[in-house]
Nanobody, 117 residues
Framework: QVQLVESGGGSVQAGASLRLSCAQS????????MSWFRQASGKEREFVAA???????HYADSVKGRFTISRDKAKNTAYLQMNNLRADDTAVYYC???????????WGRGTQVIVSS
């Protein structure tokens, strides 16, 4: 089974930028759409961004214009470039294989993003 490992989170000030990475490991994966989700403390997991096999992106309204999803197919890695971070971006960020969903029966550990105002 393919394992997804998120990295790149941290604690930053509002207005800063971070780039999250989602590395796929294990057996050679079949090409999938990729998505990012996040879950803030006490809230439901919510969709953030998705990128199709053909590299077509889609974003939640809350991050449009600030976040960019991309992928490097050769490296089996997806990215989430987050600019102009706000306090309400604070959450644990998870990646998943699927178009705005998780096609697997598992979630990674996620990577914590904390934005201080």
């Amino acid at each position: 089974q393919v394992q997804l490992v998120e990295s790149g989170g941290g604690s930053v000030q509002a207005g800063a930028s971070l780039r999250l990475s989602c590395a796929q490991s294990g057996r050679t994966p079949v090409l999938y759409a990729m998505s990012w989700f996040r879950q803030a403390s006490g809230k439901e997991r919510e969709f953030v961004a998705a990128i199709s096999v053909g590299a077509f992106p889609h974003y939640a309204d809350s991050v449009k214009g600030r976040f960019t999803i991309s992928r490097d197919k050769a490296k089996n890695t997806a990215y989430l470039q987050m600019n102009n971070l706000r306090a309400d971006d604070t959450a644990v960020y998870y990646c998943a294989r699927g178009w705005m969903t998780n096609e697997d029966n598992d979630w990674g550990r996620g990577t914590q993003v904390i934005v201080s105002s």
